[in-house]
């Protein structure tokens, strides 16, 4: 079943605009992760954000979290074409690793950056 | 270290025939999973492996099976092949035990079936 939902589903900015994709879940979590993936290839690991976390960085990437809507943001600033990707949130559940699901992912945003 | 592995990349294969699909995680990772992604469905889990055994399960066919051996590679297979089983087979591996952290995905095996 699909936990995570991405919106919106494309986006299409300037290079070094700034690119915020969110991603909204339905059931308790542990933590939600965001990959990248480029055109039909192998999924990147971006970033992971913990339950008990509301805000984590790395370089131009910025994650929020809020469980009590049960959504994410990412925010990737000052995109450059190589952004050019479609991203996923990835979510657990507390339960998982004892005959779960397993990591869920949404459907993703497209993201394509104009040069 | 090198990435995960994937084998073959590309494949076609007729309804009905059966298929094996490689993937040799990154050197130290004893959890394998596998995800198939479709532009219709999006990425859905398959099944982990972790030691040898399967330790998670999705919500696919008994058509759909896997192994690991003990060197944490592992083999998913699909038998009686359906033209909904064309898809991207992305295959992951990750370092930890327990819970669900980072993924670290190979390229992937593109299967067309005709």
């Known amino acids: 079943s699909q936990q995570g939902e991405e919106d919106p589903q494309a986006l299409s900015i300037q290079e070094g605009e700034n690119a915020t994709m969110n991603c909204s879940y339905k059931t308790s979590i542990n933590n939600l992760q965001w990959y990248r993936q480029n055109s039909g290839r192998g999924l990147v690991h971006l970033i992971l954000?913990?339950?008990?976390?509301r805000e984590k960085h790395s370089g131009r990437l910025r994650v929020t979290l809020d469980t009590s809507k049960k959504s994410s943001s990412l925010l990737i600033t000052a995109s450059r074409a190589a952004d050019t990707a479609s991203y996923f949130c990835a979510t657990d559940a507390p339960d998982s690793g004892g005959g779960a699901d397993g990591l869920t992912f949404g459907k993703g945003t497209h993201l394509i950056i104009q040069p | 270290k090198a990435g995960v592995t994937q084998t073959p990349r590309y494949l076609i294969k007729t309804r009905g025939q059966q298929v094996t699909l490689s993937c040799s995680p990154i050197?130290?990772?004893?959890?394998v999973s596998w995800y198939q992604q479709t532009p219709g469905q999006g990425l859905q889990f398959l099944f982990e492996?972790?030691?040898?055994?399967?330790?998670n399960k999705g919500n696919f066919p008994g058509r759909f099976s896997g192994r690991q051996f003990s060197n944490s590679r592992s083999e998913m297979n699909v038998s009686t092949l359906e033209l909904g089983d064309s898809a991207l087979y992305l295959c992951?591996?990750?370092?930890?035990?327990?819970?669900?952290?980072?993924?670290?995905f190979g390229p992937g095996t593109r299967l067309t079936v005709t």
């Open positions: 492996y972790f030691s040898e055994t399967q330790r």
């Open positions: 992951a591996s990750s370092l930890d035990a327990t819970g669900w952290y980072e993924q670290y």
């Open positions: 954000i913990r339950s008990n976390e």
């Open positions: 050197s130290g990772h004893r959890s």
